[in-house]
């Protein structure tokens, strides 16, 4: 038996670098221009057009790895375990989200009702949706009409369809920001996604956000051709340049509370405010994890004793 195992485990020490090797002879072979221009995958022919000719260019036989940077790792409040959301940030977020970023963002999936987990009240959350116009109906005569906001309505998209988005964006619709901070997160690469199960990193969206936002205005690496109506971004995910113009800039917004209008503050509130549309139960979550796992550990230690129990008079 033991000879077969050895016999077995040396066999497999022999094929695994064969198998490499003749990985290696196949990249070999193939052709330095298909090495150079790789086909696309589907999501991301449109924007990898431009990198893939920029790494043609430096003669680099790969395909660009986008972001070309990665996301800071910010401390959020509603990070960790016993994380919190900090209503006035996400109110200060909500507003920069209406004040900017509804102008070409929906968020269709959030009820203004839902707001009153950010502190509003009943009244203010009326006044709210009264703000926005809906398209409600048919009514008896057949006919949609529009009519104010109520509460369990939800954020209306700014433009009457996918298509008119796309149309006044160079191309690009705006996606729906409801669950964006869910959406999206850069790859973390080893060691650092196993050391994630155990910090419990879970701040990937919003990290993203924030430095997608702060990130604007930097010098493009040489080579890196930019498509017209684009903006070139190192944290954009998709590509070297998003049809996004820099929505951000100080002072934009007026804080009531006198918090600075800077374009970092303003990134850090509306990513926070994503994370709260995209998961507005995540500090209950959190809570009732740790109960759970605090639980599973007594009842781990009460059955052990049960077992020693049942078994203590059996002889071995
Ligand atoms: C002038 C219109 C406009 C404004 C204002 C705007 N955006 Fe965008 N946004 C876009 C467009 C267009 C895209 C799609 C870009 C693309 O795919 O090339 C986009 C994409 C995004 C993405 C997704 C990026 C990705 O990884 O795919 C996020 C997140 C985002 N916007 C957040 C915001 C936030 C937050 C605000 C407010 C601070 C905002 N945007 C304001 C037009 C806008």
Same mark, same amino acid.
């Given at each position: 038996?033991?000879?077969?195992?050895?016999?077995?485990?040396?066999?497999?020490? %022999?094929?695994? !670098?064969?198998?490499?090797?003749?990985?290696?002879?196949?990249?070999?072979?193939?052709?330095?221009?298909?090495?150079?221009?790789?086909?696309?995958?589907?999501?991301?022919?449109?924007? *990898?057009?431009?990198?893939?000719?920029?790494?043609?260019?430096?003669?680099?036989?790969?395909?660009?790895?986008?972001?070309?940077?990665?996301?800071?790792?910010?401390?959020? #409040?509603?990070?960790?375990?016993?994380?919190?959301?900090?209503?006035?940030?996400?109110?200060?977020?909500?507003?920069?989200?209406?004040?900017?970023?509804?102008?070409?963002?929906? %968020?269709?999936?959030?009820?203004?009702?839902? $707001?009153?987990? $950010? =502190? @509003?009240?009943?009244?203010?959350?009326?006044?709210?949706? =009264?703000?926005?116009?809906? #398209?409600?109906? /048919? *009514?008896?005569?057949?006919?949609?009409?529009?009519?104010?906001?109520?509460?369990?309505?939800?954020? !209306?998209?700014?433009?009457?369809?996918?298509?008119?988005?796309?149309?006044?964006?160079?191309?690009?619709?705006?996606?729906?920001?409801?669950?964006?901070?869910?959406?999206?997160?850069?790859?973390?690469?080893?060691?650092?996604?196993?050391?994630?199960?155990?910090?419990?990193?879970?701040?990937?969206? /919003? +990290?993203?956000?924030?430095?997608?936002?702060?990130?604007?205005?930097? *010098?493009?690496?040489?080579?890196?051709?930019?498509?017209?109506? #684009?903006?070139?971004?190192?944290?954009?995910?998709?590509?070297?340049? $998003?049809? %996004?113009?820099?929505?951000?800039?100080? +002072?934009?917004?007026? @804080? +009531?509370?006198?918090?600075?209008?800077?374009?970092?503050?303003?990134?850090?509130?509306?990513?926070?405010?994503?994370?709260?549309?995209?998961?507005?139960?995540?500090?209950?979550?959190?809570? #009732?994890?740790?109960?759970?796992?605090?639980?599973?550990?007594?009842?781990?230690?009460?059955? @052990?004793?049960?077992?020693?129990?049942?078994?203590?008079?059996?002889?071995?």
């Amino acid at each position: 038996m033991k000879k077969l195992l050895a016999a077995l485990l040396a066999g497999g020490l %022999m094929i695994i !670098p064969a198998a490499h090797a003749q990985d290696k002879e196949g990249e070999a072979a193939s052709p330095s221009p298909q090495a150079a221009a790789p086909a696309p995958s589907e999501s991301e022919v449109t924007s *990898n057009v431009a990198g893939d000719e920029a790494a043609a260019e430096e003669g680099e036989h790969e395909t660009p790895h986008y972001p070309l940077k990665r996301p800071a790792e910010l401390a959020w #409040t509603f990070a960790g375990p016993f994380g919190h959301w900090d209503l006035q940030q996400l109110q200060r977020g909500y507003k920069v989200y209406k004040e900017v970023c509804a102008a070409c963002h929906s %968020m269709e999936l959030v009820a203004f009702r839902n $707001l009153e987990a $950010l =502190g @509003y009240s009943e009244d203010q959350v009326k006044a709210i949706a =009264g703000d926005y116009t809906v #398209t409600d109906g /048919p *009514n008896g005569d057949g006919d949609m009409f529009e009519r104010p906001a109520i509460p369990s309505d939800h954020f !209306p998209s700014p433009f009457a369809n996918p298509e008119a988005a796309a149309a006044a964006n160079n191309g690009a619709a705006p996606p729906d920001l409801s669950l964006i901070a869910k959406a999206r997160a850069v790859e973390r690469g080893f060691p650092r996604f196993v050391f994630d199960t155990v910090t419990q990193y879970q701040e990937a969206g /919003p +990290d993203y956000i924030h430095a997608l936002l702060t990130g604007y205005g930097q *010098n493009p690496p040489p080579g890196t051709v930019i498509q017209p109506g #684009t903006h070139f971004n190192p944290y954009f995910i998709g590509g070297p340049a $998003l049809a %996004m113009p820099p929505p951000l800039s100080a +002072d934009a917004v007026t @804080y +009531d509370d006198g918090t600075p209008g800077t374009v970092d503050q303003y990134a850090r509130d509306v990513s926070s405010f994503l994370m709260w549309a995209a998961e507005p139960h995540l500090v209950e979550r959190k809570a #009732t994890g740790f109960v759970v796992m605090l639980y599973l550990l007594i009842f781990a230690a009460l059955v @052990y004793l049960v077992k020693k129990r049942v078994w203590a008079n059996t002889p071995h």
